[in-house]
């Protein structure tokens, strides 16, 4: 699968002296984007194999693993099952552009409390759920487990060997670890959380097998799903500027940590940067909702 690479030319690369290329996972596949097609790729297969005919999935209320899994699912002729975050959700989720997508595509919407949310990994809440909908086969929440990273170990290809550094924005942290067990000798990994706190450091160790990376953590905005005027400004800024829609949760994040770190000479001149475009732009609709609740500026579509 041929992704191509973006160079970005922007008047302060070019002072600064830092070539930098979007490898735009973003355009893999219209409904399931970047990261999502790669993690539920093998996941699918072993589901096949199996042979199971449901996939069940966790996930809030904007989140791209619930439109991903719902598209694949419908695609691959499977059922399925999204367990939501939030029951009052189960009175609005028609309003919400992720939901109603999710619905659309064929997924039957299970909404619980947002304390019995957090036992989702727990055996007695795994059996309810097979009490209520039989066998199925599970996807964690954000889709990240051992099969997850094989596909994500994709994403590089010969021809990325000449980047420096690979910049990748991190949820659960299946993709930046599929990066790292694929990066050559001589390049390193940055990873830049959408959540506050250092904990990923040890879910990444979980599956990367060398220590080629590091985390970027000032760049989360305040915590995952979190914006300000700010980064909505340089994210419509930077679709101007290059044509790239970048999503506010992830990517927008990641790519304004590393145009500040350029402007801080982070990088030395010459260095040179793929940042991986992880998609999530079914996102923007959803965050439109809740700016315009703020009175904040709105994302360009």
């Not at 490898?23 to 042979?51: C, F």
């Not at 390049?187 to 220590?211: H, M």
């Not at 994040?253 to 940042?275: C, E």
């Given at each position: 699968?041929?992704?191509?690479?973006?160079?970005?030319?922007?008047?302060?690369?070019?002072?600064?002296?830092?070539?930098?290329?979007?490898?735009?996972?973003?355009?893999?596949?219209?409904?399931?984007?970047?990261?999502?097609?790669?993690?539920?790729?093998?996941?699918?297969?072993?589901?096949?194999?199996?042979?199971?005919?449901?996939?069940?999935?966790?996930?809030?209320?904007?989140?791209?693993?619930?439109?991903?899994?719902?598209?694949?699912?419908?695609?691959?002729?499977?059922?399925?099952?999204?367990?939501?975050?939030?029951?009052?959700?189960?009175?609005?989720?028609?309003?919400?552009?992720?939901?109603?997508?999710?619905h659309?595509?064929?997924?039957?919407?299970?909404f619980?409390?947002?304390?019995?949310?957090?036992n989702?990994?727990?055996?007695?809440?795994?059996?309810?759920?097979?009490?209520?909908?039989?066998?199925?086969?599970?996807?964690?929440?954000?889709?990240?487990?051992?099969?997850?990273?094989?596909?994500?170990?994709?994403?590089?290809?010969e021809?990325?060997?000449?980047?420096?550094?690979?910049?990748?924005?991190?949820?659960?942290?299946g993709?930046?670890?599929?990066?790292?067990?694929?990066?050559?000798?001589?390049?390193?990994?940055?990873?830049?959380?959408?959540l506050?706190?250092?904990?990923?450091?040890?879910?990444?160790?979980?599956?990367?097998?060398?220590?080629?990376?590091?985390?970027?953590?000032?760049?989360?905005?305040?915590g995952?799903?979190?914006?300000?005027?700010?980064?909505?400004?340089?994210i419509?800024?930077?679709?101007?500027?290059?044509?790239?829609?970048?999503?506010p949760?992830?990517?927008?994040?990641?790519?304004?940590?590393?145009?500040?770190?350029?402007?801080?000479?982070?990088?030395?001149?010459?260095?040179?940067?793929l940042?991986?475009?992880?998609?999530?732009?079914?996102?923007?609709?959803?965050?439109?909702?809740?700016?315009?609740?703020?009175?904040?500026?709105l994302?360009?579509?």
């Amino acid at each position: 699968m041929n992704i191509p690479n973006q160079h970005i030319d922007l008047p302060l690369l070019r002072e600064k002296g830092v070539a930098l290329h979007i490898k735009r996972e973003d355009t893999i596949h219209p409904l399931i984007s970047g990261n999502k097609y790669r993690k539920l790729k093998y996941n699918l297969e072993e589901a096949q194999k199996q042979g199971h005919s449901t996939l069940l999935t966790f996930g809030g209320a904007f989140s791209n693993h619930i439109a991903a899994v719902a598209c694949a699912g419908k695609e691959q002729g499977f059922e399925t099952i999204g367990v939501i975050r939030g029951e009052e959700l189960a009175h609005s989720w028609q309003d919400n552009p992720t939901l109603a997508l999710a619905h659309q595509q064929g997924m039957r919407l299970h909404f619980v409390s947002r304390g019995d949310y957090r036992n989702k990994n727990e055996a007695p809440f795994r059996h309810n759920l097979k009490e209520r909908f039989g066998e199925f086969y599970l996807l964690p929440e954000g889709g990240t487990n051992e099969l997850a990273v094989r596909g994500c170990e994709e994403i590089l290809t010969e021809t990325d060997a000449g980047f420096d550094h690979i910049c990748c924005a991190v949820g659960t942290g299946g993709t930046l670890a599929g990066l790292i067990n694929s990066v050559k000798e001589g390049q390193s990994v940055l990873g830049f959380p959408a959540l506050k706190g250092d904990f990923l450091n040890d879910d990444i160790r979980t599956f990367a097998r060398n220590d080629r990376w590091r985390l970027v953590t000032d760049y989360h905005f305040g915590g995952y799903a979190k914006v300000d005027r700010e980064l909505v400004a340089f994210i419509n800024r930077f679709r101007d500027e290059t044509g790239i829609p970048l999503d506010p949760i992830y990517t927008g994040k990641m790519l304004f940590g590393i145009f500040d770190l350029v402007k801080q000479d982070v990088f030395p001149k010459g260095t040179r940067i793929l940042a991986i475009h992880t998609g999530g732009l079914q996102g923007i609709l959803g965050m439109n909702l809740v700016l315009e609740k703020k009175n904040l500026p709105l994302l360009e579509l």
